[in-house]
């Protein structure tokens, strides 16, 4: 397993959406786009090997406003047909299918919570490729016994400060 975390400038996912959707107005949400284009990259490096399984992380729809991390998270499933080839299949295919296709996997997580009465902790790993969206986590009111950060930064390669 290996952990790739990138930087995105608004003018680049602008650039990247225009590729992908052209001048329609129904563009997915440019974390799917990205990770459109990053899974065909991938399916396109492995050759032989393409993963037709993606787990997606990232912040539940019902969430509260000033929720920081908890169990709030939606992770799903999305899984292809193993009929069509990643490598050829459209961008805009991909990006849908992140955005608006998958199975929910919160209600299994739920379920080996209640057998273990709440106890347990999980770790979550996706079968072939996993990405995970960190935009909406509001670390600056993250509080740790009782005291919130006086500075908040993230690097990609190295992980928050």
Known sequence: MDTFSSLVSNTQINYLQENIWGQN?????PFESVGAVIWRCIAHVRGGFEPNIVTICKTGP??????????????KKVETDNVCSIVDTDLRVLASLLANQGINEVSEIEKAMEKDKGVAD????????????????????????GHKPKFVYYNPSRGWR
């Not at 019902?62 to 992770?75: L, T």
């Open 25 to 29: 107005d129904d563009r997915t949400p």
């Open 122 to 145: 999980f770790f979550v790993y996706g079968a072939d490729l996993t990405f995970v969206d960190l935009q909406e986590i509001n670390v600056y009111d993250l509080k740790l016994m």
């Open 62 to 75: 019902y969430r509260m406003r000033n929720d920081i991390v908890g169990n709030n998270q939606m992770i």
